[in-house]
Nanobody, 122 residues
Framework: QVQLVESGGDLVQPGGSLRLSCAASGSILKINTMGWYRQAPGKERELVAAITSGGNTNYADSVKGRFTISRDNAKNTVYLQMNSLKPEDTAVYYC????????????????WGKGTLVTVSS
């Protein structure tokens, strides 16, 4: 019902910046919370940042002050601006949204993108 497509992952040197984008499409009635998660090798998936439809944000302590999440509701798109990147930020970053949809029945559920790889290395 909802498809999420991430973009922006790349190889970047420590201290560099990247901007991730995630565009949602489908039979969307409303997108509630949108967020970015990441999973590094050998580690559990963790929340990086989230943003509500009203613009309230939440960040993992490890990225606070370095990353900024934002959204464009008109485009159903969420962004993650990542500055001062560290090697420990290396992970596959996944876009997530909680969305309301209706075609046959109304539904509210979480949707996930396929992920985009961010590698921070010299």
């Amino acid at each position: 019902q909802v498809q999420l497509v991430e973009s922006g992952g790349d190889l970047v040197q420590p201290g560099g910046s990247l901007r991730l984008s995630c565009a949602a499409s489908g039979s969307i009635l409303k997108i509630n919370t949108m967020g970015w998660y990441r999973q590094a090798p050998g580690k559990e998936r963790e929340l990086v940042a989230a943003i509500t439809s009203g613009g309230n944000t939440n960040y993992a302590d490890s990225v606070k002050g370095r990353f900024t999440i934002s959204r464009d509701n008109a485009k159903n798109t969420v962004y993650l601006q990542m500055n001062s990147l560290k090697p420990e930020d290396t992970a596959v970053y996944y876009c997530n949204c909680n969305a309301d949809t209706i075609n046959i029945l109304w539904s509210r559920k979480d949707y996930w993108g396929k992920g985009t790889l961010v590698t921070v290395s010299s």
